[in-house]
């Protein structure tokens, strides 16, 4: 009786423990965008998963990726080939192709009315800068919504989907 019993608990304490780590509706929120960061024009994709879902609040934590246009001022192409303008020595062909990546995280507090409009605010990690932004959301179907950012040196339109 006591070994059962000892099991029970060894079986039992790790199950609700889980449960209770585990929000009950949770989702995963895939996130496209074309966007404006720091200057730069480029499309944004982002993964979140919801900490917090109670009614229609929700707090969001996410990463992503910004893919952007940048200018390689101090390197030109010739013959298709990348050279370093300051030496002339010939460098790799990434520093002449004018694309460029940066990862960020961004955390996400939003309010959403029943089957109408969320709204609420963020806060987006990016290199060394952090920027806090207004963000708005409207369904279009029922997991898809058309979401707008703005902030400072930030704005952002596209689509978020919750799986």
Request: glycine share 12%; proline share 5%.
């Amino acid at each position: 009786m006591k070994f059962r019993s000892t099991a029970l608990a060894i079986v039992a304490v790790p199950a609700a423990l889980f449960a209770a780590a585990a929000p009950a509706a949770a989702q995963v929120t895939a996130e496209a965008n074309v966007a404006r960061s720091e200057g730069d024009w480029g499309g944004e994709l982002a993964l979140g998963v919801p900490v917090i879902s109670d009614g229609g609040f929700s707090i969001t934590p996410a990463a992503g990726v910004f893919f952007h246009h940048r200018d390689h001022p101090g390197y030109f192409s010739d013959d298709s080939q990348c050279f370093s303008k300051s030496s002339g020595d010939r460098v790799s062909d990434g520093k002449c192709d004018n694309s460029g990546t940066k990862f960020f995280g961004k955390v996400e507090a939003m309010y959403r009315l029943p089957m109408s409009v969320g709204f609420g605010v963020g806060a987006r990690l990016i290199g060394d800068d952090l920027r806090a932004y207004g963000t708005v959301a409207m369904p279009i179907l029922p997991r898809i919504e058309v979401k707008g950012n703005f902030g400072d040196h930030y704005l952002a339109a596209g689509l978020q989907a919750r799986f």
